[in-house]
């Protein structure tokens, strides 16, 4: 009998990679209507997100079994403290897009690297234990961190433009669909790709909705765009129900 053992984050599937994006939209969103509607300022924003997320993480370590609204608050949280952090160190310290989505980049792989080298895998069907909460918390939000960073230096930086950037990485996610659909290229690595790629896709696309029409956004407001975002995914949570992902138990994968 092949026994499973079930991981504390959900299943892989479409409905996983719909709210996903949903979410870091809102995370674009809710983060600059703290930061810039609210006047909390980067610092502010950052050390509030910082503080939920922590809250958070712990509450999801200390969870015996798969929550979604627990999951998914989390995810937003990460993602919601990706945006300030990143604004706060592309801005505020001067270090610029480019910058800063290299130093969350070398980041981000020294983690999974250590992650990899400490466990012999980075695949999420492995996180059930705290030690590898861990790792799957911190390289989330460096990836969260480094989708901020990556969508801002491709509307800025790289001349797309927000609806540029969007339409762009949107298309890197339909290369990797196509990857996962037709090629035997390792699952681990699209979704790392395709989680980190759903970043800036979700900022950019909050970035249009919520920027002033003089810098190619669409002026919309901040709070509403956050509240219709945030009722979205709770919608998806309670009609889309998700499951707990699972992998062989290590006793039968070694008989």
């Not at 991981?7 to 930061?35: C, H, N, R, Y």
């Not at 980049?105 to 080298?117: I, K």
Request: hydrophobic residues 50%; glycine residues 10%.
């Amino acid at each position: 009998m092949n026994e499973k053992t079930l991981t504390k984050v959900p299943e892989v599937t479409l409905v996983f990679w719909i709210i996903k994006i949903a979410a870091t939209t809102l995370g674009e969103t809710g983060g600059d209507t703290v930061s810039m509607t609210l006047h909390w300022g980067y610092l502010a924003g950052t050390a509030l997100f910082l503080t939920l997320l922590a809250a958070l993480v712990v509450w999801q370590i200390a969870a015996d079994k798969f929550h979604p609204f627990l999951y998914w608050a989390t995810i937003i949280a990460s993602t919601t403290a990706g945006t300030t952090m990143a604004d706060f160190a592309d801005r505020s310290l001067g270090i610029g897009y480019t910058g800063g989505s290299t130093i969350l980049f070398l980041s981000l792989m020294a983690v999974l690297a250590l992650w990899y080298w400490s466990l012999g895998s980075i695949s999420v069907e492995t996180v059930k234990t705290p030690k590898v909460e861990v790792f799957y918390w911190t390289a989330i939000t460096l990836s969260q961190t480094l989708g901020t960073a990556l969508g801002d230096w491709l509307a800025d930086t790289g001349g797309f433009g927000y609806e540029g950037g969007a339409l762009f990485f949107g298309a890197g996610l339909a290369v990797l669909a196509a990857l996962y659909f037709w090629t035997d290229v390792s699952r681990v690595l699209l979704f790392w790709a395709a989680f980190i790629l759903t970043r800036p896709l979700g900022a950019t696309v909050g970035d249009l909705l919520d920027k002033p029409i003089s810098h190619g956004g669409l002026n919309l407001s901040r709070p509403l765009a956050s509240a219709v975002l945030a009722v979205f995914i709770i919608g998806c949570i309670l009609l889309l129900p998700q499951r707990a992902g699972s992998h062989p138990a290590r006793s039968q994968a070694a008989s």
